[in-house]
Structure formats: C-alpha cells, structure tokens
C-alpha cells in the first residue's frame, strides 16, 4: 500500500510515503521540482501523477508498480499563473484544471495539446467532473458554482448555482445519484441535487470554521467533511432530508404582530418602540426575540447544532425529528486536504500542521 503524500513549500518536492515492515510510513522516493507544489491528482489505475505549480505549468510523471521511481512524461503549459485544481479524466484521457488566472483549461493527456478553456467569474477552488453527461462544475471564490458542458474542443455554460455567503472550498460529486456537494468559508456544505429534483438545494450545518475539504462513501451515502476547527463531520445522506425553508419579509412579527424597528408608521400608531427582527430556522418566518426564545436542532433541516426557531416550531419539533443524523470526530489539526479510501475505509488527512494522519474510518462509514 502506498501512500503519495504532497508536501509545499521552499523544498518543492513530491514525496511517496511506504508503509514499512514495522508498520510504519516512511518516504521512499521524493522529486525536487522546479516551482513550489500548489495541487495534485494521482489515478491509481495508471499510476499517473500530476503536479500543478505555482508557476503554471502542470508537470506529469508515472510511478513504478513499486512506487520506488517517478519517470517524467510531459508539462503542460497550463496557466499564466499558480495552478489551483486537476483532475484526470482517464476515460476521455482529458486533463482538467484550474488557475489564479481565473481560466479553466482542459488539455489531452496523449498529445498534451490544449482543447479549451473558459473563464470563471473568479479564482477556482474546487473541480468536479460527471465523464456521462461530460459537465464540469467549478466552485469559485465568490461562492458560485458554474456548470459547463465540454466537448472535444469546445464548452457551453450550462447553469450557475449561488447559495453561499462565502466562497466555495471545495466540491464533491456523486455520480450515481446526481448529487453535488459544495463546502464554503461560511462553514456550511450544500447539496444540489442535480438529479431526481433538479435545483433542489440542501444545507448542512456541522462545523464552526470553513469546510476545506469534502469526500463521498457512494458505497454507503455517507458524505465525510473536514474544516478548520479540525473537525471530521460524516453525514448520513441516505435519509429523506428537508430543503431550509426562504426567510419571510414582514415588517412585523408574523407571530405577535408587534413592528420591527424600521417600520416607523406601526411604532407611531401603536406607541410601542420597534424590535429587531429574526427569522426561524425551521418556518422562515420573521420574528421577534421574544417569539422564538427556544433553540433546537433540525437535523433533517442541517442543522446538527441548535438553531433560532418560533416558540410555536419549537412545541412541534418531536424527538425522534432532534435525531442526529451525523456523527463529529475531531482530527486535532486544520485539516486542509482528505483522500478517503473506500476498498480499505480508511481516511487520509493534511492539515496546516504539515502532518498527514491516517485514520481508520471503517467503524463509522460502515
């Protein structure tokens, strides 16, 4: 079992990591290369490794079957400046990435000619590709998520989806029940159901500091996201989960109709002084402080911590609907990258630190 392991910084190698006879990982071989690493892909099938630089240019190279040698094969001219995301399509033998130089590109890994790019609205941090229906989808830093369809030599904008208050993190994409799922810096992930309810978006709050990196048990629907409170969160996605619903405009509590403090005409007539206003979690309605004192979890909702809801939801709010439908494990680092493994469940981490962990996921994705 090999373990490649990607390490930035002033030394600009590429480390492969062993496992050795007394259990432990050491590196193996390690390549020095000419700019500092900013990303990679490896396709285990073909042992291809490529390397994105922070001076563009995506260099690719094979490991051995022993993983003790890395043999260049060609460097893409990818970006005018620090590569952000690849990704390797093996089945249209496409190479897939993007850029601070706000362009995607797409080059064929036989020939390593450019087949096309397109710019995004913004600085790329996640990639994601469905080979079926050949759609990439690009998160970017604004919070957009932008859906393009390629062709050999061309794409179309399909659509775009916007739902974070921050920038996208990282994507995830599961192709077999059309699911995408979006991390962001407002420390929550969205599932965008592109399959069965088109549009349907899906919110998931399970962590205190942006999410930086998601990955997906398809085997059991369990989506795994880690964040920079070094929290691991797995979410179980094979429940009937319900979409947030959209906060109501009122210029008074839809539940004491006493007026909020912009609304000057009420305040007068009633010579009562305005409330601020708060909207349910669970109803969207617009609410006063006193109306919706209570706090719960809406699980089914996303909601794994307890959140403002009305008095009237809070009554209504059953146990078994306060059921986690998550479990919370913490990493001890911030977790910037994860790699899970779904042969062995096991889960590779990187964090901040400069530490890789290992960890044994089989007793919760199971």
């Known amino acids: 079992m090999a373990v490649t392991a990607l390490q930035r910084g002033a030394m600009r190698t590429v480390r492969v990591w062993l496992k050795r006879d007394s259990g432990q990982y050491w590196p193996s071989i390690y390549q020095v290369m000419p700019a500092p690493c900013s990303c990679m892909s490896f396709n285990p099938e073909t042992r291809r490794l490529s390397i994105?630089?922070?001076?563009?240019?995506?260099?690719?190279?094979?490991?051995?079957?022993?993983y003790n040698k890395m043999t260049p094969v060609k460097n893409y001219q990818a970006h005018q400046s620090r590569v952000t995301m690849i990704l390797f399509v093996l089945e249209l033998e496409w190479v897939l990435s993007t850029g601070q130089d706000k362009q995607f590109?797409?080059?064929?890994?036989?020939?390593?000619?450019?087949?096309?790019?397109?710019?995004?609205?913004?600085?790329?941090?996640?990639?994601?590709?469905?080979?079926?229906?050949?759609?990439?989808?690009?998160?970017?830093q604004s919070g957009q998520v932008t859906i393009l369809k390629l062709e050999q030599d061309s794409c179309t904008l399909v659509t775009t989806f916007r739902g974070h208050t921050g920038g996208?993190?990282?994507?995830?994409?599961?192709?077999?029940?059309?699911?995408?799922?979006?991390?962001?810096?407002?420390?929550?992930?969205?599932?965008?159901?592109?399959?069965?309810?088109?549009?349907?978006?899906?919110?998931?709050?399970?962590?205190?500091?942006?999410?930086?990196?998601?990955?997906?048990?398809?085997?059991t629907r369990q989506l795994i996201s880690c964040g920079g409170d070094g929290g691991i969160v797995v979410w179980n996605m094979d429940v009937e989960r319900q979409e947030t619903p959209e906060w109501l405009d009122s210029d008074s509590c839809q539940k004491c109709d006493q007026p909020f403090f912009w609304n000057f005409k009420q305040m007068w007539d009633s010579k009562k002084i305005g409330l601020r206003q708060h909207h349910?979690?669970?109803?969207?309605?617009?609410?006063?402080?006193?109306c919706s004192s209570k706090r719960s979890s809406i699980p089914?909702?996303?909601?794994?911590?307890?959140?403002?809801?009305?008095?009237?939801?809070?009554?209504a709010i059953t146990d078994e609907e306060r059921a986690p439908t998550a479990t919370f494990h913490d990493s001890k680092h911030n977790i910037v990258h994860v790699h899970f493994d779904a042969t062995r469940g096991w889960l590779l981490t990187s964090g901040t630190d400069k530490v890789i962990k290992l960890w044994d996921m089989t007793p919760v994705v199971s």
């Open 300 to 315: 089914l909702m996303g909601f794994e911590f307890e959140v403002r809801v009305c008095d009237s939801c809070h009554e």
């Open 105 to 140: 590109a797409w080059h064929c890994s036989e020939s390593g000619q450019r087949l096309g790019g397109y710019r995004t609205s913004a600085v790329a941090s996640g990639l994601q590709f469905d080979v079926e229906t050949r759609h990439v989808f690009i998160g970017d």
């Open 280 to 290: 349910c979690r669970k109803c969207g309605k617009a609410v006063c402080g006193k």
């Open 168 to 219: 996208v993190t990282a994507l995830c994409w599961d192709p077999v029940q059309r699911v995408l799922f979006s991390g962001s810096s407002d420390h929550s992930v969205i599932m965008w159901d592109i399959g069965g309810r088109k549009g349907t978006a899906i919110e998931l709050q399970g962590h205190n500091d942006k999410v930086q990196a998601l990955s997906y048990a398809q085997h």
């Open 52 to 66: 994105g630089l922070d001076n563009g240019t995506i260099a690719e190279f094979i490991l051995s079957e022993d």
